[in-house]
């Protein structure tokens, strides 16, 4: 089956954006979260991903990026609060646990854990909307004139992935069929198959590569250059957040501390800048072709639409 | 050699002289003094059983043998004019273009259009010529359709197409394809065969195409060559090689030159077209026989007149079976209501083109996939074979993957109690089929009787004609102990050898269920050569069609008698 995140092509604005356009869009609002660990920044950059997602027609890879991310977020902030004891707000004392020491479980520590988790989340989902919406040809294109070895081995792994995904799922399968009385396939030897399979897929990939002519010399590439008439628009959307993003920070406009206690400042600033970045989300946005009324002044017209008897 | 005598054709497509190659490590030499030519235009079929040295034939005409295998090598090879042993394949992709059995190892890029484009890109080509080249070829191929997708979302045959197109797309003087339909159901295999020879015709690119199935591209061949232990054992053109092969090694020969050499018809015929005209030159009219063949088979789900019902000693019963998986992100109905039944000992095939739903029958019978409407049952057990029988081979030794009573008992029932302690990469691919089969079967035997179902799926891809015989006799095996066995398979030759009742599946029904000799005869895609040549009600063997020529054939004042004396 067909992974959500796989590229998937769409006539939407951002699958049609070069590479460079693209990853700078998205990357703008990796960049802005990382300057700031004011939620309301972090949980407008999120909001305005989604709908960059959405709008791009990248719901499939948004659910699976939110899964994941739920996954790694609940750990992250649980993880926090037991490692840390900073925060004056304590709601739980849970001790002295071995290795752990006194384990205090702190408001403040929760609320940190949380933040960073909101990053990770927003950092997946940017990661999710690329992998679904880009072009990973173009990508690889891009990239081989000015870095061979590095596209080839790209190139071996963006195949061999779902290859390898696809022998893994026929594996699985053969493991399930397997009669009660023959061996128990474990983890272990089905593993050690799939590596020794992967291996010789590896062989034919790379032989087919070749055929291709990837052992030729790269100074014969000719670069085609690849633009779209939604770049600007992508370029100016990624620029403005990144100057609204560095603007607010200067101006002190991240507003939030958590330790000792937490403290969330909302000033203009923030509230402008996360503002701007659920806007953001609408630049995949594409205007749907006008449709023209054919109003006929012919005499006959009248007549031609009328239904054959 | 320069570009504009290449173009002129002044060099042989193809100049292989006194060739001998050793795989790294090999006992045995693959290749021994090879020597033959392929002229430009020329469309020429490798023909041979497996491991006779056809696809490495193939890889020291791409450039991969030595240069990406390795291994030791001897003679000369050139591929218009450029020395296939000093040049790369790199190098060689702007003459020689290559087509594996395997489409998914054969794509390396995420789209169609830039896998079509690559190979122009790697040589420097100027994008707009890019642009047109990739076009051009998309449209020669019929896959213009194609180019916006992705390379996952595309079925076997279009997978196929699209490698075909890369390799063709720097329009190379030669292309080699080593058993390009094997994976492909007959309707998609037969269109890339006439679609290589339209391209042959039209583009004057020179083909040489090693395949198992004879009888798909005998007719399109100018040529063939056969092989046999790494070497060349005949040259010649393909009336000439089915009088070879008669003689030398009867395995490679069509269905339709067996009919004609066991009715004593000469000569033998290339193909469906030539046999009918040679039948019909000689005024050779079969006789049909004076009534439809009875149905011996028994139709536990089909009674007369009746609505279906399911029998009561049924090795599998579907009623309305409604199986739904994703396509392109959409759900799609790859069951839709499907009613079926099968008894123990019977032999069934199950056919239909890629995608008609045999093998989602067969993964929801086993519990693989989930029916979301209707009862799909299996009373007395199922061992299921997958397409890929090295799947179930995970460990070192055969007695580690089948250990004790209950695996020595499965090892017997498909002949391999010899092989407890060999390791199954050793054994060779008939073999680990069967083993394969012991590891679905074991624990399922139960006092020497084996599971009410036993399913194979497209057991007879890449196999030659001896191997696919072994399996018949396995098959009926299986069946004679008392399995219900159903086969999901392309190969109607293969089908009407083991096959006694054969159903037919479109877009996720029963199209068709009946008697194999009357299935196999009533159609053109899903019918053997036999019945394709003779046309006849319930004749679909060579043996069969021969007794309708011999015995009972009529002539109408022949003045040149074709028959000869049977070898």
């Known amino acids: 089956m067909r992974s959500a995140l796989a590229y998937t092509p769409r006539p939407g604005a951002l699958q049609s954006a070069s590479p460079g356009a693209a990853v700078a869009y998205l990357g703008s609002f990796v960049v802005v979260s990382f300057l700031f660990t004011n939620p309301l920044v972090l949980a407008a950059a999120g909001a305005g991903l989604v709908l960059a997602g959405l709008i791009a027609g990248a719901g499939g890879a948004l659910r699976v990026a939110l899964w994941m991310g739920v996954g790694l977020a609940l750990p992250i902030a649980a993880i926090n609060a037991l490692l840390v004891d900073r925060g004056e707000t304590v709601l739980v004392r849970l001790g002295h646990w071995p290795l752990f020491g006194q384990v205090d479980i702190t408001l403040e520590a929760i609320v940190y854990g949380a933040v960073m988790a909101l990053l990770v989340a927003v950092t997946i989902v940017a990661a999710a909307i690329y992998s679904s919406c880009v072009n990973p040809d173009r990508v690889l294109r891009s990239l081989r004139p000015l870095a061979g070895r590095s596209a080839l081995t790209a190139t071996l792994v963006s195949r061999l992935f779902p290859v390898a995904a696809a022998d893994a799922a026929r594996l699985r399968d053969a493991a399930r069929l397997r009669g009660p009385g023959a061996a128990e396939v474990g983890i272990a030897p089905l593993s050690r198959r799939l590596l020794a399979g992967s291996l010789d897929r590896a062989v034919d990939v790379a032989a087919t590569l070749e055929l291709r002519g990837y052992g030729l010399d790269p100074r014969r590439l000719r670069r085609r250059r690849e633009t779209s008439r939604f770049d600007r628009r992508f370029y100016c959307v990624a620029a403005l957040v990144l100057a609204a993003g560095i603007a607010a920070r200067v101006l002190g406009g991240n507003g939030f501390h958590t330790y000792p206690t937490v403290e969330l400042t909302l000033g203009p600033e923030t509230v402008a800048l996360a503002v701007l970045l659920v806007l953001s989300g609408l630049a995949p946005l594409r205007r749907r072709p006008r449709r023209v009324r054919r109003r006929s002044s012919s005499a006959l017209a009248p007549a031609l639409e009328a239904p054959h008897v | 050699m320069s570009e504009l005598a290449?173009?002129?054709?002044?060099?042989?497509?193809?100049?292989?002289?006194?060739?001998?190659?050793?795989?790294?490590?090999?006992?045995?030499?693959?290749?021994?003094?090879?020597?033959?030519?392929?002229?430009?235009?020329?469309?020429?079929?490798?023909?041979?059983?497996?491991?006779?040295?056809?696809?490495?034939?193939?890889?020291?005409?791409?450039?991969?043998?030595?240069?990406?295998?390795?291994?030791?090598?001897?003679?000369?090879?050139?591929?218009?004019?450029?020395?296939?042993?000093?040049?790369?394949?790199?190098?060689?992709?702007?003459?020689?273009?290559?087509?594996?059995?395997?489409?998914?190892?054969?794509?390396?890029?995420?789209?169609?259009?830039?896998?079509?484009?690559?190979?122009?890109?790697?040589?420097?080509?100027?994008?707009?010529?890019?642009?047109?080249?990739?076009?051009?070829?998309?449209?020669?191929?019929?896959?213009?359709?194609?180019?916006?997708?992705?390379?996952?979302?595309?079925?076997?045959?279009?997978?196929?197409?699209?490698?075909?197109?890369?390799?063709?797309?720097?329009?190379?003087?030669?292309?080699?394809?080593?058993?390009?339909?094997?994976?492909?159901?007959?309707?998609?295999?037969?269109?890339?065969?006439?679609?290589?020879?339209?391209?042959?015709?039209?583009?004057?690119?020179?083909?040489?195409?090693?395949?198992?199935?004879?009888?798909?591209?005998?007719?399109?061949?100018?040529?063939?060559?056969?092989?046999?232990?790494?070497?060349?054992?005949?040259?010649?053109?393909?009336?000439?090689?089915?009088?070879?092969?008669?003689?030398?090694?009867?395995?490679?020969?069509?269905?339709?030159?067996?009919?004609?050499?066991?009715?004593?018809?000469?000569?033998?015929?290339?193909?469906?077209?030539?046999?009918?005209?040679?039948?019909?030159?000689?005024?050779?009219?079969?006789?049909?026989?004076?009534?439809?063949?009875?149905?011996?088979?028994?139709?536990?789900?089909?009674?007369?007149?009746?609505?279906?019902?399911?029998?009561?000693?049924?090795?599998?019963?579907?009623?309305?079976?409604?199986?739904?998986?994703?396509r392109d992100e959409q759900p799609h109905d790859v069951l839709r209501g499907l009613d079926l039944a099968v008894g123990r000992g019977e032999c069934v095939a199950l056919m239909?083109?890629?995608?008609?739903?045999?093998?989602?029958?067969?993964?929801?019978?086993?519990?693989?996939?989930?029916?979301?409407?209707?009862?799909?049952?299996?009373?007395?057990?199922?061992?299921?074979?997958?397409?890929?029988?090295?799947?179930?081979?995970?460990?070192?030794?055969?007695?580690?993957?089948?250990?004790?009573?209950?695996?020595?008992?499965?090892?017997?029932?498909?002949?391999?109690?010899?092989?407890?302690?060999?390791?199954?990469?050793?054994?060779?691919?008939?073999?680990?089929?069967?083993?394969?089969?012991?590891?679905?079967?074991?624990?399922?035997?139960?006092?020497?009787?084996?599971?009410?179902?036993?399913?194979?799926?497209?057991?007879?891809?890449?196999?030659?004609?001896?191997?696919?015989?072994?399996?018949?006799?396995?098959?009926?095996?299986?069946?004679?102990?008392?399995?219900?066995?159903?086969?999901?398979?392309?190969?109607?030759?293969?089908?009407?050898?083991?096959?006694?009742?054969?159903?037919?599946?479109?877009?996720?029904?029963?199209?068709?269920?009946?008697?194999?000799?009357?299935?196999?005869?009533?159609?053109?895609?899903?019918?053997?050569?036999?019945?394709?040549v003779l046309d006849l009600p319930g004749i679909v063997s060579p043996e069969q069609g021969a007794a309708a020529l011999n015995g009972e054939f009529v002539t109408h004042g022949a003045t040149n008698s074709p028959l000869e004396e049977p070898p």
């Open chain 2, 352 to 532: 239909g083109r890629n995608g008609a739903g045999k093998s989602t029958l067969l993964r929801a019978a086993a519990g693989l996939v989930d029916t979301v409407a209707g009862k799909l049952e299996v009373p007395s057990g199922l061992s299921l074979l997958t397409q890929n029988p090295s799947d179930y081979l995970v460990r070192e030794r055969v007695g580690d993957e089948l250990p004790g009573e209950q695996g020595m008992a499965a090892l017997r029932v498909v002949g391999l109690e010899h092989a407890v302690d060999a390791d199954p990469r050793d054994l060779s691919g008939g073999e680990r089929q069967r083993l394969a089969l012991a590891i679905a079967l074991a624990g399922r035997i139960d006092g020497g009787e084996l599971p009410g179902l036993v399913a194979l799926d497209e057991p007879t891809r890449g196999m030659d004609r001896a191997r696919k015989d072994d399996l018949v006799d396995l098959v009926t095996d299986l069946a004679g102990r008392g399995a219900g066995v159903v086969v999901a398979t392309h190969d109607v030759e293969f089908a009407a050898a083991f096959a006694a009742r054969v159903v037919l599946l479109g877009d996720g029904v029963v199209i068709a269920d009946g008697p194999a000799a009357e299935i196999l005869s009533g159609g053109w895609y899903f019918a053997t050569e036999v019945a394709r």
């Open chain 2, 6 to 326: 290449i173009r002129r054709g002044a060099a042989p497509a193809l100049a292989v002289e006194g060739l001998g190659y050793a795989y790294p490590h090999a006992d045995r030499a693959a290749l021994a003094d090879v020597s033959l030519e392929v002229a430009p235009g020329e469309f020429a079929l490798l023909a041979g059983r497996s491991a006779s040295g056809k696809s490495t034939l193939l890889k020291a005409a791409c450039g991969l043998v030595p240069h990406f295998h390795g291994g030791e090598i001897e003679g000369r090879v050139a591929v218009a004019g450029v020395d296939a042993i000093e040049a790369g394949p790199g190098e060689l992709a702007a003459v020689v273009g290559y087509v594996a059995q395997d489409p998914e190892t054969q794509v390396v890029s995420t789209t169609v259009a830039a896998e079509i484009e690559l190979p122009l890109e790697l040589r420097g080509d100027a994008p707009p010529d890019r642009a047109r080249a990739v076009e051009e070829v998309a449209l020669a191929l019929a896959i213009p359709h194609l180019l916006g997708r992705t390379v996952d979302t595309l079925s076997g045959g279009e997978l196929q197409r699209v490698a075909l197109a890369a390799a063709l797309v720097t329009r190379p003087r030669l292309v080699l394809l080593d058993e390009p339909t094997s994976q492909l159901d007959p309707v998609a295999g037969d269109e890339l065969i006439w679609l290589l020879r339209r391209l042959n015709e039209e583009w004057g690119v020179a083909v040489l195409l090693a395949e198992h199935r004879l009888e798909r591209c005998l007719a399109a061949a100018d040529r063939v060559v056969a092989m046999a232990a790494g070497a060349v054992s005949f040259d010649g053109t393909p009336g000439e090689f089915l009088a070879w092969a008669r003689a030398a090694d009867p395995a490679l020969t069509t269905p339709a030159a067996r009919l004609f050499s066991l009715a004593g018809i000469s000569p033998l015929p290339v193909g469906v077209r030539a046999a009918r005209r040679t039948l019909e030159a000689f005024e050779l009219a079969p006789s049909a026989p004076p009534e439809p063949p009875p149905t011996t088979v028994p139709h536990p789900g089909k009674g007369e007149g009746s609505r279906f019902r399911p029998p009561a000693a049924a090795a599998l019963s579907a009623v309305a079976v409604w199986v739904e998986l994703e």
